[in-house]
């Protein structure tokens, strides 16, 4: 069955590691709904979020075919375990002096932000998971949204679970 | 093995001495590291980004070997490398040099040949810039490497060579490229060669799980009707000795795919074929009757499955061995999956392994095979067929040569008509299908065995892809028997628009091409031609006693087809066997 999973992948801090994922994906024909790279907790090393549609025998397939990049450390399947899973979302949205509040009051239960204040628009800073963000985007769209930015999905294991090298 | 590391023991004794610690150009540091990893060939042609390692090969201790085309190169060195096992090395210049070696790359990553291959590139401070002759070729051959190299410090070139001599040959071997620009070629450092590699990220599993060996074990003392599907992967291990007392010891039937022919004799009881697309009969039967399926460093190519994977060994149980594990899985759903080398998986298993009840299936597949051999009829004309062509050069050596070929007729009838047995005596492009592969591919093969017989088969096309590479083989008085299978087309395109696009033959005549002979003499090499079997015969026979490199054209009969035959789509069951119906 077709489902969204998410792999985290410790890889060595190198030029062109991003593009050896990347190009991975594209080569043996896997989505990528989102990717997002960053430092890891040693230095040297970065992780990197993949997510990723397929049933498990493509999710098996992928993590195999990473893990045969040389610059690959360690690949782990997070959403098969218990997962903290966030992204952050800037939306800039047009507002007139009327909406201003009303907007305010919209985004106050999603503990969102507001980073930038124009004559025109807002820009609100968002976090949280991929559902939260959409159904806030929702909520905003009847007031035109402007530009989105996402960062799509960083996530880590919950608890004791390890995915360290 | 012993005498292989002694050899670059010597190699490394007869190098000049040197100090770690001595300051060297970048090129100097590269034509040293190669001495160190036992290089004794490269193939190559040079350019401008090069220069300054051509400069250092001037005086070095390395044997360059200069073809007409990097692609010649890189199929030379992939013979070397297939037919010794050892990684084979080429060296072109950047932008049209490196995209050059792109077929060639992609050859050896589908057949996992080890492979070093050395780009020169525009200086650092150009990168970027569209200059002269400048190719992003670590970007090009990202999905066709086994791993690629920027070299951005000369520092780090040792530890560079040093890491990807280590990539290419280790687990799955493969290919590596090193791209080296101008400035880094030509800084100075001081040269430190590391004792070993240290790759925290890389470490192949070659030692495999007894647990599933005992579980492979058990399924064998079970089974009625097992085959072993041998691929490519016996060959890379070295396990053929290995794998010929596991099979009869077991008493199980070998299936070679294409890539593991000369992985288990072709003569012996127990070997009914190459299977798949071409395969033979009785093969093909046992593939769809079998109900233990040991596959051992195979990849369940479509050509074999036929892409077809559910309904492929309908009734088997698979154990899957590969030292790869994303192989296990990929295309076929795997009941026993062994990570491991092949090689260490029949030695831990030939101990324990017993006689499998298997007598009335090797019957069976006898009778499958005395049913339908590989067959085909004469031709009413009198002309040579190429079945025959190749039947003679078989019988002519009993099998003791290095045959290379292209892909296609040609390439199939070689797989059905000559019987392998020596070790690495078939070297073919198998995954990729590489047209003008097999004779540059020959040259390596004979400069790794200077006093084996090398026998390199193309067809009239594919020849013409790389027959620059007669100068290559005058100039170095290489002893290689050239044939050429002419049919005067692309003969397996011809097939295919016969059999499926109505006889509608588009572009594949090839009847306007060289005069083959001539030009052989052309390049002072002798040439011989035959288009009848008597004239066929008399010929070999010339071509074998001829001492030098000679060129054989036998032109044979245009129509001819491969069969058996099973349609691409279709299942195993549906073979087509074609002129003996």
Known sequence: MEQKHTISILVNDQPGVLTRVASLMGQRGFNIDSITVGQSEEPGLSRMIIVTRGDEKTIEQIMKQFHKLIDVLKVQHLSSGPMVARELALIKVGTTAATRSEIN??????????????????????????EKVDALIDLLTPYGIKELSRTGITAISRGAILAKA | MSTDTAMIENQKASLPPIEM???????????????LEGVKYVFGYPGGAVLPIYDSLYSSHLKHILTRHEQGAIHAADGYARATGKPGVVIATSGPGATNLVTGIAT??????????????VAQHLIGTDAFQEANITGITLPITKHNYFVRDVKDLPRIVKEAFHIATTGRPGPVLIDIPKDVSNAKAPFYYPETVKLRTYNPTVKPNSLQIERMLHAISEAKKPVILAGGGIIAAGAEK??????????????PTFMGLAGFPGTHRLCPGMPGMHGSYASNMALLNTDLLI?????????????????????????????????????VETYIPIVGDVKNVLLAALPKVE????????????????????????????????????????????????????VGQHQMWVAQFFKFSGQRSIISSGGLGTMGFGFPAAIGAQFAHPNKTVISVSGDGGFQMNQQELAVVANHNLPIKIVIINNKCLGMVRQWQELFYEHRYSQIDLSTSVDFVKLADAYGIKGLRASTEEEAERVWQEAMNTKGPVLVEFVVEPEENVYPMVAAGNTLDQMVLGDEE
């Open chain 2, 21 to 35: 610690g001595e300051v060297m150009t970048g090129s100097d540091m590269l034509l040293r590291c190669l001495l």
């Open chain 1, 105 to 130: 009051g919209i985004i106050e239960p999603f503990r969102a932000n507001i980073v930038d204040v124009g004559v025109s628009s807002l820009v609100i800073e968002v976090t949280g998971s991929s």
């Open chain 2, 295 to 331: 596959n051992l460093g195979a990849r369940f190519d479509d050509r074999i499955t036929m892409g077809r994977t559910k309904e492929f060994a309908p009734n088997a149980k698979i154990v899957h061995v590969d030292i790869d594990p994303a192989e296990i899985g990929k295309n």
């Open chain 2, 355 to 406: 006689r499998a009840d298997s007598d009335a299936w090797v019957e069976q597949i006898h009778a499958w095979n005395a049913q339908h051999p590989y067959s085909y009829k004469p031709s009413p004309t009198g002309m040579l067929k190429p079945q025959r062509a190749i039947e003679i050069m078989y019988e002519s050596t009993g099998g003791d040569a290095i045959v290379t070929t292209d």
């Open chain 2, 242 to 255: 290995e794998l010929l007392e596991f099979a009869e010891k077991a008493n199980i039937p070998v299936i």
């Open chain 2, 108 to 121: 050896a990553y589908m057949d996992s040949v080890p492979l070093v291959c050395i780009t020169g590139n």
